[in-house]
């Protein structure tokens, strides 16, 4: 993976703001879960700070298991991140809510939420917060490489 930076990123409205201590390289999973699905990679919690202002417009539910704490901005919605239910231990940020010019290559790989018993078996999703995770190939933002 490519050398860990802090990433910032946040809501919509820029009421949730935090920052991200990940690799300019990632995996991010695509899921179709019945959240209508989230574009996210995974990291320990110790590597994400909530910028402080922001604790008072965040709003978290949970559902079935309620492992998964699916944080949302309480003004635009947004789910800038939450706690997996592949990974509680760790956190889920959304790719798309990283402000730009800090992810070099991101590399989509698809999560089968609607089953999740059965794809998180056969899956290494839990492993991609260690600092160890395999480089597999790589999808530029924009092209390949």
């Known amino acids: ?25 990632m995996v991010a999973w695509i899921c179709n879960c019945s959240m209508r699905g989230n574009t996210h990679f995974v990291v320990p919690a110790a590597k994400f700070r909530l910028d402080p202002d922001a604790e008072e417009f965040i709003t978290t539910y949970t559902f079935g298991t309620h492992t998964a704490k699916h944080t949302f901005c309480k003004v635009c919605g947004i789910t800038s991140f939450y706690t997996s239910r592949s990974k509680p ?14 992810m070099e290559h991101v590399e989509y790989r698809h999560a089968d939420g609607r089953n ?30």
């Not at 802090?6 to 949730?16: K, L, Y």
């Not at 940020?93 to 402000?99: G, L, Q």
Request: hydrophobic share 40%; net charge negative.
């Open 116 to 145: 999740w018993e059965a794809w998180f078996a056969r899956s290494d999703i839990a492993g991609f917060s260690a600092a160890t995770a395999v480089d597999t190939v790589r999808v530029s933002l924009g092209a390949t490489s």
């Open 89 to 102: 231990d760790g956190l889920a940020i959304t790719v798309a809510c990283i402000d730009p010019d800090t």
């Open 1 to 25: 993976m490519g050398s860990d930076v802090v990433h910032s990123g946040g809501c919509h409205c820029r009421r949730v703001r935090w920052q991200v201590e990940a690799p300019t390289s």
